[in-house]
């Protein structure tokens, strides 16, 4: 069984810095894209950054480009998102997916390409 596991969420001030981890259990994390995304209540989930475990390629909303940074670690089965010069608007719930990708996009994956999720992590940032 699948299991992805959020955890690092937290309440930060502006211009300060959080880290997310994913941990996935019961997946192999080569074959596969991990992503992040958020969701404020009353609006649509949207993707924050994306990153294909077996070669490290990585993709970013424009929103958080230059201030977050995924990664992962294959032997650990676990992603991370470094999010820094965090600001108000990166308020959200913040949710992990996973799921095989046998091709590599460059733009953000949508959500039904993503057939497991973790449960979130709240993130909030104050000015």
């Known amino acids: 069984q699948v299991q992805l596991v959020e955890s690092g969420g937290g309440s930060v001030q502006a211009g300060g810095s959080l880290r997310l981890s994913c941990a996935a259990s019961?997946?192999?994390?080569?074959?596969?894209?991990m992503a992040w995304f958020r969701q404020v209540p009353g609006r649509e989930r949207e993707g924050v950054a994306n990153i294909y475990m077996f070669v490290g390629s990585t993709v970013y909303a424009d929103s958080v480009k230059g201030r977050f940074t995924i990664s992962g670690d294959k032997a650990k089965m676990t992603m991370y998102l470094q999010m820094n010069s965090l600001k108000p608007e990166d308020t959200a719930m913040y949710y992990c997916a996973a799921d095989q990708a046998e091709v590599i996009s460059w733009l953000l994956r949508p959500e039904p390409d993503f057939g497991y999720w973790g449960q979130g992590t709240q993130v909030t940032v104050s000015s």
């Open positions: 019961g997946y192999a994390t080569s074959g596969v894209c």
